[in-house]
């Protein structure tokens, strides 16, 4: 019993050697995100709560293209009541801190291997009245009927419908 007790024991302080440096600049530039998680496709990096925010609400703050058609359309995410749920996806994020996932960490560093982000689903939330008021308008301005099939009287022939949008 004796014969296994001393490897191992060298080998567990030759590991903690090894992970310490790692561990140490953990440690340093942790921030209220863990450095393997991802919010909403976004990489926070170390920063506080206030850092995270700020970037998740600037970020997706942001206008987006919406097509309709060949019609190009900018949405702005105020219109619709559009807002991150921060709050719930940092507290998400703090639960991913766990020690079996710092040690998955500080092992893949040691490594020098590319580590593998946990990306969290964005949390929103929409105002459905002011989602569906955007929609009609979209739709009343840029909705075509359908053309039926005309009859050409001169030539006794059919004139082709369009199609609607």
């Not at 969290?120 to 008021?133: C, H, I, K």
Request: hydrophobic share 45%; no cysteine.
């Amino acid at each position: 019993m004796r014969k296994f007790l001393a490897p191992a024991a060298l080998v567990i302080v030759i590991g903690a050697a090894l992970l310490a440096p790692s561990y140490l600049r953990y440690r340093i530039n942790a921030g209220v995100v863990p450095p393997w998680v991802r919010l909403g496709g976004v990489d926070i990096g170390g920063g506080d709560a206030a850092q995270a925010y700020d970037a998740l609400n600037r970020l997706y703050a942001e206008p987006v293209a919406l097509y309709y058609g060949d019609e190009r359309i900018i949405l702005r995410p105020y219109e619709v009541g559009f807002q991150v749920d921060t709050e719930a996806m940092l507290t998400e994020a703090k639960q991913q801190d766990t020690p079996g996932r710092l040690l998955q960490y500080l092992v893949t560093r040691a490594l020098d291997k590319p580590i593998e982000p946990l990306d969290l689903p964005l949390r929103f939330t929409v105002d459905q009245a002011a989602l569906d008021a955007y929609l009609t308008d979209i739709a009343a301005r840029y909705d075509r009927p359908p053309a039926p099939v005309q009859p050409v009287l001169d030539t006794l022939s059919l004139a082709p419908g369009h199609p609607g949008q």
